[in-house]
């Protein structure tokens, strides 16, 4: 993501308080506020210094719980140990154990976040965080012998920032935790989730050479899959891991964003604070057909993979008069969503964040991001919310959205109402991107035990071998007693035919 798709995204956020302002321009340590740094607690933009605020079973001094006696766990959330065989593994509800990192292994450098907060966009594991280890009494569990899933925090983002490589830092994270614990090795990582927020997500991360890495779930924003190394002429082709580029569909999971003032955004938007909504269900916006604003970057076709700069030569600089394809910031920007039919959702230099603002602030999506899974694409019916069309079909964008009858369209916006919550995390604002973490993990929990065969480890290779078979098994009686695959049969139909061979 650009610093121009950045300005974007603080666009579409509600001004900043005066004395907040004041308060951020003081550059203070990690865990201490103030204008002269003299109070122990958030930086600006940040939840809490620590987790949870340590539950309030402990003090935090610059990013790390100081637990009372009896307590421990990176929030002072545990109290009690577990030996082996102290519970059946979970098998028909969720149940997620984190592990514990030492500090120097996965922890946050004060260079990053105590002095990078305008980056919140890429901080949606921390406030997973957040909800997650307040979720004892539905997810979470301090069992790992009764879970079915396991969180590693490994703090990717604070070691990449957003354009950097999760590689090395999230090997020697998984290295420690399979010589560790017990768990990783049983289902060799199938079974274990890690966050990567950053702008290519695992990409740069090796294939079959490092299968202790490729299976663990990862949980990203920029869900690019290239079956069989498909090459595309926009340098992506390049990465190490062609065979399923950066995201495997039956294994990772495509999370929606976070940025700072989703909240706010979507209480103007659907009125949730008692004022009159700006978004309107039944209304037909009516200023232009389609609008765009951000970054471009001409001469660099990786970005977006080709299609900002595609579409700016097409429709920009006002080629097009009811098409806005604006290069830099927008006035107004929150206003010129609410006044487009559509808006444009394409990548960046790895995932996108309009997506959401759309979602929230009640613009029908046009996503063109070939092979690009979105947030939460195995639950969401995205045909009932937006438009999606391949990059090849840019020069007959116009006509085509011209093409779809009002009533269609109004349907489109009645998905937007329906379906927003699931791109917001504050919870406040009634958002649900959480609980569909949550189902998604769930949805991956089924899939993984297909690859295991030991039973006590919660495999199920062994009966998915006999469905198959089972199957296999029905298909061959259909073909077999089907009037018109009888009628068809040569004079040679023999044993080998029958069976499929």
């Given at each position: 993501?650009?610093?121009?798709?950045?300005?974007?995204?603080?666009?579409?956020?509600?001004?900043?308080?005066?004395?907040?302002?004041?308060?951020?321009?003081?550059?203070?340590?990690?865990?201490?506020?103030?204008?002269?740094?003299?109070?122990?607690?958030?930086?600006?933009?940040?939840?809490?210094?620590?987790?949870?605020?340590?539950?309030?079973?402990?003090?935090?001094?610059?990013?790390?719980?100081?637990?009372?006696?009896?307590?421990?766990?990176?929030?002072?959330?545990?109290?009690?140990?577990?030996?082996?065989?102290?519970?059946?593994?979970?098998?028909?509800?969720?149940?997620?154990?984190?592990?514990?990192?030492?500090?120097?292994?996965?922890?946050?450098?004060?260079?990053?976040?105590?002095?990078?907060?305008?980056?919140?966009?890429?901080?949606?594991?921390?406030?997973?965080?957040?909800?997650?280890?307040?979720?004892?009494?539905?997810?979470?569990?301090?069992?790992?012998?009764?879970?079915?899933?396991?969180?590693?925090?490994?703090?990717?983002?604070a070691y990449s920032s957003n354009l950097g490589d999760t590689l090395v830092h999230s090997k020697r994270v998984i290295d420690y935790v399979?010589?560790?614990?017990?768990?990783?090795?049983?289902?060799?990582?199938?079974?274990?989730?890690?966050?990567?927020?950053?702008?290519?997500?695992?990409?740069?991360?090796?294939?079959?050479?490092?299968?202790?890495?490729?299976?663990?779930?990862?949980?990203?924003?920029?869900?690019?899959?290239?079956?069989?190394?498909?090459?595309?002429?926009?340098?992506?082709?390049?990465?190490?891991?062609?065979?399923?580029?950066?995201?495997?569909?039956?294994?990772?999971?495509?999370?929606?964003?976070?940025?700072?003032?989703?909240?706010?955004?979507?209480?103007?938007?659907?009125?949730?604070?008692?004022?009159?909504?700006?978004?309107?269900?039944?209304?037909?916006?009516?200023?232009?057909?389609?609008?765009?604003?951000?970054?471009?970057?001409?001469?660099?076709?990786?970005?977006?993979?080709?299609?900002?700069?595609?579409?700016?030569?097409?429709?920009?600089?006002?080629?097009?008069?009811?098409?806005?394809?604006?290069?830099?910031?927008?006035?107004?920007?929150?206003?010129?969503?609410?006044?487009?039919?559509?808006?444009?959702?394409?990548?960046?230099?790895?995932?996108?964040?309009?997506?959401?603002?759309?979602?929230?602030?009640?613009?029908?999506?046009?996503?063109?991001?070939?092979?690009?899974?979105?947030?939460?694409?195995?639950?969401?019916?995205?045909?009932?919310?937006?438009?999606?069309?391949?990059?090849?079909?840019?020069?007959?964008?116009?006509?085509?959205?011209?093409?779809?009858?009002?009533?269609?369209?109004?349907?489109?916006?009645?998905?937007?109402?329906?379906?927003?919550?699931?791109?917001?995390?504050?919870?406040?604002?009634?958002?649900?991107?959480?609980?569909?973490?949550?189902?998604?993990?769930?949805?991956?929990?089924?899939?993984?035990?297909?690859?295991?065969?030991?039973?006590?480890?919660?495999?199920?290779?062994?009966?998915?071998?006999?469905?198959?078979?089972?199957?296999?098994?029905?298909?061959?009686?259909?073909?077999?007693?089907?009037?018109?695959?009888?009628?068809?049969?040569?004079?040679?139909?023999?044993?080998?035919?029958?069976?499929?061979?």
């Amino acid at each position: 993501m650009s610093a121009v798709d950045a300005a974007a995204a603080a666009a579409a956020t509600a001004a900043v308080p005066a004395a907040a302002a004041a308060a951020a321009a003081v550059r203070c340590h990690y865990g201490f506020t103030g204008e002269r740094c003299e109070h122990v607690g958030a930086n600006p933009g940040h939840q809490h210094a620590c987790w949870n605020n340590c539950q309030g079973r402990g003090v935090c001094r610059r990013g790390f719980c100081h637990c009372q006696k009896g307590w421990w766990g990176k929030d002072c959330g545990r109290s009690r140990a577990f030996g082996a065989h102290s519970a059946r593994r979970a098998v028909h509800k969720l149940r997620v154990y984190a592990y514990d990192l030492p500090w120097e292994l996965a922890y946050q450098p004060e260079y990053h976040v105590g002095w990078r907060d305008h980056d919140q966009i890429y901080m949606a594991w921390q406030v997973f965080g957040e909800l997650f280890f307040n979720d004892s009494s539905t997810v979470r569990t301090d069992n790992p012998y009764e879970a079915n899933m396991f969180y590693i925090p490994a703090m990717t983002y604070a070691y990449s920032s957003n354009l950097g490589d999760t590689l090395v830092h999230s090997k020697r994270v998984i290295d420690y935790v399979r010589t560790t614990w017990p768990f990783f090795n049983r289902t060799k990582g199938l079974d274990h989730f890690m966050w990567l927020t950053n702008d290519q997500g695992a990409c740069h991360w090796p294939g079959s050479t490092h299968p202790e890495m490729a299976n663990v779930i990862k949980v990203v924003h920029y869900a690019w899959h290239n079956p069989l190394g498909k090459s595309i002429p926009t340098g992506w082709n390049r990465l190490p891991n062609k065979h399923w580029g950066c995201f495997h569909p039956l294994r990772d999971i495509s999370a929606a964003p976070y940025w700072l003032n989703q909240a706010g955004v979507a209480a103007a938007a659907h009125g949730l604070q008692g004022a009159k909504p700006t978004f309107d269900v039944k209304a037909i916006p009516a200023e232009r057909l389609l609008f765009f604003a951000g970054g471009i970057r001409h001469g660099d076709p990786s970005y977006s993979h080709g299609v900002r700069q595609e579409l700016h030569t097409r429709f920009g600089r006002g080629q097009h008069p009811n098409i806005t394809i604006h290069e830099g910031r927008f006035e107004n920007y929150s206003a010129a969503l609410q006044g487009s039919k559509y808006c444009l959702a394409p990548s960046g230099h790895g995932w996108g964040i309009r997506l959401s603002q759309y979602m929230i602030q009640g613009c029908v999506p046009v996503i063109i991001q070939d092979d690009i899974y979105q947030a939460w694409e195995d639950l969401l019916p995205y045909a009932d919310f937006s438009v999606r069309l391949p990059m090849s079909r840019i020069a007959a964008l116009p006509e085509l959205l011209a093409s779809i009858a009002d009533a269609d369209y109004l349907q489109l916006r009645a998905g937007v109402a329906k379906y927003w919550r699931a791109f917001v995390w504050d919870r406040a604002a009634g958002g649900m991107a959480y609980d569909f973490m949550m189902a998604s993990l769930q949805c991956v929990a089924k899939y993984w035990r297909a690859f295991v065969w030991d039973r006590a480890a919660g495999g199920m290779a062994y009966d998915f071998m006999m469905a198959s078979l089972q199957n296999r098994m029905l298909r061959l009686q259909a073909r077999q007693f089907h009037p018109l695959q009888q009628q068809q049969q040569p004079a040679g139909y023999g044993v080998a035919e029958q069976r499929g061979l």
